[in-house]
């Protein structure tokens, strides 16, 4: 049966809700005299314009004073005009970033499907470095976001306290889910024990990389005789190079002590590119046994773990968020999650190209409702 994350009290959308439903949730932070447009509405426009393309408030008011009569009273917005840049400006610097992810993140959810009888997300954190605060100490907004494998969709997102770092945000996002049954991929920053044991306390299996950072842990993963382990190979070629990747894996021998670890792997990843090959030697820790993760399985673990990397690479490239130059308060955050919100629809809507999405959706702005009305 697929997990669910803990839904906040505010929202628990069932798989029939459209997203404008599931908007309806989020707290509206004005007064309720002279409101002129719905929360909902306005938030759900965003969205569709981002799956349109556009990358700023400026863009977005300007999709907005495009949209027809017909698409502005889709969106509860009134049959005659569309709120302004500045409008939207104004309101999304004080939405509540957490109560919007957590309503799109338990909707998203929902709507994901499990790849190959086993959820498996990946967690990953962000800099939003156009965002910068030239105020406090050039501070950046840091986010990190849940990520669906197999469905390649953004699952929840959660800011890092400007006083703290990304390790304990993740605890806190691993919090609001259901892990049962859930494997969850994180890279080396958060090869920590009590990150893994929050994971087994909650049902769930990690997959962890182990990096220098962990010298002790490192070495002895290293030492370990890798020449008497069978290997298990794939290899793919395109975009004019050639991957081979060789995982080899083994129990996790007594003598080395992480919290609930059953396996350990060593995955050597060579890349031939116009006749020069380079290699990389990762190793890699797991408390699922061999009969839930066999070599191939680990394998994939760690190649679709890279998918939350590609939807940063989105964000940054695609959408320019590096870019940008929005600041005010919950803004940059608001932003970041209409980006994550479009990549996940598109993704669930058969896109595997999303620059190519964008363009499309961008011509035929109808088509660009489907996915975030229906």
Same mark, same amino acid.
């Given at each position: ?35 002129? $447009? ?45 709120? %302004? ?10 939405? %509540? ?50 990520? %669906? ?133 990762? $190793? ?11 070599? %191939?399985?680990?394998? /994939? ?55 190519? /999405? ?13 996915? /975030?009305?229906?």
């Amino acid at each position: 049966m697929p997990s669910s994350p803990t839904p906040p009290a505010t929202a628990t959308p069932t798989r029939h809700e459209r997203l404008l439903e599931v908007l309806e949730t989020v707290p509206d932070p004005r007064d309720n005299r002279g409101v002129r $447009y719905p929360l909902a509405g306005m938030l759900a426009l965003a969205v569709t314009a981002t799956i349109a393309g556009t990358r700023s408030f400026t863009a977005i008011g300007q999709w907005a004073a495009a949209a027809t009569a017909e698409h502005l009273a889709t969106f509860g917005l009134g049959r005659t005009d569309a709120p %302004d840049e500045s409008t939207l400006r104004k309101l999304f610097a004080r939405v %509540d970033g957490d109560a919007l992810d957590a309503a799109l993140g338990v909707w998203m959810w929902t709507r994901t499907f499990v790849a190959g009888g086993r959820l498996v997300i990946a967690l990953d954190g962000k800099t939003v470095r156009g965002a910068r605060d030239r105020k406090a100490e050039g501070r950046a907004p840091h986010l990190v976001a849940a990520f %669906d494998h197999g469905a390649g969709a953004v699952l929840g997102q959660v800011a890092v306290d400007a006083k703290t770092n990304e390790i304990p945000a993740t605890r806190t996002l691993l919090a609001q889910f259901d892990l049962r049954g859930v494997t969850v991929s994180l890279d080396a920053l958060h090869t920590q024990t009590a990150t893994a044991e929050q994971i087994i306390s909650a049902g769930g299996d990690y997959l962890l990389t182990v990096k220098k950072n962990i010298p002790a842990l490192h070495a002895q993963l290293k030492a370990l005789p890798w020449k008497d382990v069978p290997p298990t190979r794939s290899t793919v070629q395109g975009r004019g190079r050639r991957i081979t990747r060789t995982i080899k894996a083994t129990a996790v021998p007594d003598w080395i002590d992480f919290p609930g670890a059953a396996q350990v792997a060593q995955l050597r990843r060579t890349v031939t590119r116009k006749g020069k090959t380079s290699r990389e030697v990762v $190793y890699l820790i797991t408390s699922a046994d061999h009969a839930v993760a066999p070599p %191939d399985v680990i394998a /994939a673990w760690a190649r679709g773990h890279w998918g939350i990397e590609a939807l940063h690479y989105i964000r940054d490239v695609t959408y320019g968020e590096d870019l940008s130059q929005v600041r005010t308060g919950q803004s940059p955050r608001v932003m970041a999650t209409f980006r994550n919100i479009a990549v996940s629809l598109l993704r669930l809507g058969g896109w595997n190209n999303i620059a190519e /999405a964008l363009r499309h959706h961008a011509r035929w702005p109808d088509d660009a409702l489907t996915p /975030a009305l229906t």
